[in-house]
């Protein structure tokens, strides 16, 4: 069996409930023995009022026991189900650290978000409920049917006949399950997405006044759920409506069957009666057993999806460790695509020598943030090498080579935690008095000390409390704290105010006062100028290399982007 199989086991608390939940059904037609006792009285002999009081006794006891065994079963079921919801759930969140970064794009928030709750929510239900509620029905209606054959063959019969027209009912209603089921899922999960991005953009939606249009396509997501919701119902609904009218016809067909056997003298009376009870009976559970056992295959494709994150493909773990004694970064030959249409960067070399400051420029779209995605290894390139410290990091896991980088970029993430706290990620073991330190160099020191609680200030969901540039600067406190050899800087300053990107300048100032590798993709700052080489990309290469006063000598693109920029000088 494979390896993720095991998780959607049934464990031994699931297995004693189901157990316990059939024995309960069983108790349930033993019922039908007491109404047949007493009714057997009343019709032969004239009943007594002690023989009442032993017939309900005897319920009561039968009760009492299913009673018993329903609270026990359902307790061991819930537990039960709740283990395998855990591990499940466990085994996705260990199943994202190791699926390639890059697959994390924003349209498959999701399908992720939607496997971890409503979809293993949905397994459950199949653990506690389904599985259980289907073995009981069934061998309930079993019982009853060949129990009914012992007094009439041809009643018996025909409750076996309704149990087994259930097989074509449900292979017909499974095709309509699989169909719109899937739908129905596929549906829910854009949704999720829908609600994921409104609420994480809210704050951006308003402020361009688009709250409303993103609204009516949220409420578009959701009403595509439930027309898709309407459409499986519609689907089903008729073949279950197919099936009740069977069933009853059924009875009346059982009723003459009975009325001609009483008649001739082959049935007694009470037998017409409990075989009547029997009947109907039958009836509503045969029609509670279809609804389980569509509501079972429907709630499978829930474990299906779950199933497709546990199979998709890892990233190839490695225990290499990125063992250099320099941190010089080189590109030889890359080739990288997102997607089969666009090149993005093609055959792209270049060298960024250790301890030295550099910048990346180039158009809009020419692959800038892309150098800085496989540096980080969040994606592979799909020809040549990247090496760092002479090493290729092919064969590394990107937690190995992240470990050597820190990322300052537009997109600062903060907990909704302390300040100190969110410091503190960039290294666990770090002493109070660092964290103090690496703020009051990252020019936070002071902004953080004016708050509520100062850095023991809890900062609101993604730090919502406090501003870009503030954000920026914790985010640069954290890399300054990390102390790791190479930084990537990533337009840190392109959304801020003349004075909050002011402070993140001088906070990136003394981020580079400590001797690292640093690439930075920079649009408005003078601080290309003094980067020690600028690179220049254009169409997936690299084209020309060198500083500030060496690449305006050659004249050639980064010279004419200069000349292009205007007097607030953008690159
Ligand atoms: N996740 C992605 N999936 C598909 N295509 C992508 C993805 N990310 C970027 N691209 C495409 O790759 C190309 C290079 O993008 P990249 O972000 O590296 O450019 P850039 O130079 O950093 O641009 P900018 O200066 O505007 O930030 C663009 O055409 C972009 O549309």
Known sequence: MTEYKKIFRPGIKLNISIVGIVFEGFLTGLNFLVLLKLLRLIFEKGVEIKDIFGSVASLGVIFLFRLILYTISYTESQIGGASVTKKIRKTIGDKLKHIPLGIFTANKTGFYINAATSETADYEQVLTHKMADIIKFFMLNLLLGFYARTINAYVGDIILLILIMLIPTILFSIRQVNKFGTLKNKAREENVSAITEYLTGCQTLRSYGLVGTRNRLLTDTMKKYSDVSYQYEKAILPIGFAYVL??????????????NAYNQGKLLAYELIILFMMLLYVAKISMSLYISLVAYRNLLISKNKIERIFKEKEEKTSDKKLDVKKYDIEFENVDFSYTPEEKVLNQASFTIRENTL???????????????????KYYEPDKGKIKIGGMDIKGISSEEVLKKISLVDQDVFLFNDTVMNNIRYARENALDEEIFEACKMANCHDFILKLDKGYNTIIGENGKNLSGGERQRLSIARAILRNSPIVLLDEVTSSLDIENELLVKRAIGNLLKTRKTVVMIAHTMPIVE?????????????????????????????ARMRQASDSSFIL
Not at 360 to 376: C, E, H, P, Q, R
Not at 536 to 558: A, F, R, S
């Open 246 to 259: 069977f069933s009853y016809v059924s009875i009346a067909a059982s009723l003459l069957i009975m009325s």
């Open 530 to 558: 003094k980067a020690d080489c600028i690179l220049v990309v254009e169409n997936g290469k690299v084209v020309e290399w060198g500083n500030h006063e060496q690449l305006m000598k050659l004249k050639g693109k980064y």
């Open 358 to 376: 550099n910048a990346i420029v180039g158009d809009s779209g020419s692959g800038k943030s892309t150098i800085f995605n496989l540096i980080s």
